[in-house]
Nanobody, 123 residues
Framework: QVQLVESGGGLVQAGGSLRLSCAAS????????MGWFRQAPGKERVFVAA????????DYADSVKGRFTISRDNAKNTVSLQMNSLKPEDTAVYYC????????????????WGQGTQVTVSS
């Protein structure tokens, strides 16, 4: 069982940066692949980025490549998402998720979810 709590969301102007963090409970955090997803109003939840258990494999949605960076600290049970050059279309609720196994990009393949944190990018 893993419990996830996101933080770091907020309001930022276009071109600005935010860093999201996800704190995980449980002794087996280092066993999990961690992902970030986002959901805009009226839209489905979509993949943003993921990192495997060791941090050796990363994956990003095309829409965020070159702007967002996912990282993890297994000693601190945290995963982060550094978001740079933010655009209004990045506005969404961002969710942290965990699952056992290789990196996946479908939300329904993740077992554990945080409550989400709102990111709003103004133009």
């Amino acid at each position: 069982q893993v419990q996830l709590v996101e933080s770091g969301g907020g309001l930022v102007q276009a071109g600005g940066s935010l860093r999201l963090s996800c704190a995980a409970s449980g002794r087996t955090f280092s066993s999990y692949t961690m992902g970030w997803f986002r959901q805009a109003p009226g839209k489905e939840r979509v993949f943003v980025a993921a990192i495997n258990w060791s941090g050796g494999r990363l994956d990003y949605a095309d829409s965020v490549k070159g702007r967002f960076t996912i990282s993890r600290d297994n000693a601190k049970n945290t995963v982060s998402l550094q978001m740079n050059s933010l655009k209004p279309e990045d506005t969404a609720v961002y969710y942290c998720a965990a699952e056992i196994g290789r990196i996946k990009i479908r939300a329904n393949e993740y077992d554990y979810w945080g409550q989400g944190t709102q990111v709003t990018v103004s133009s």
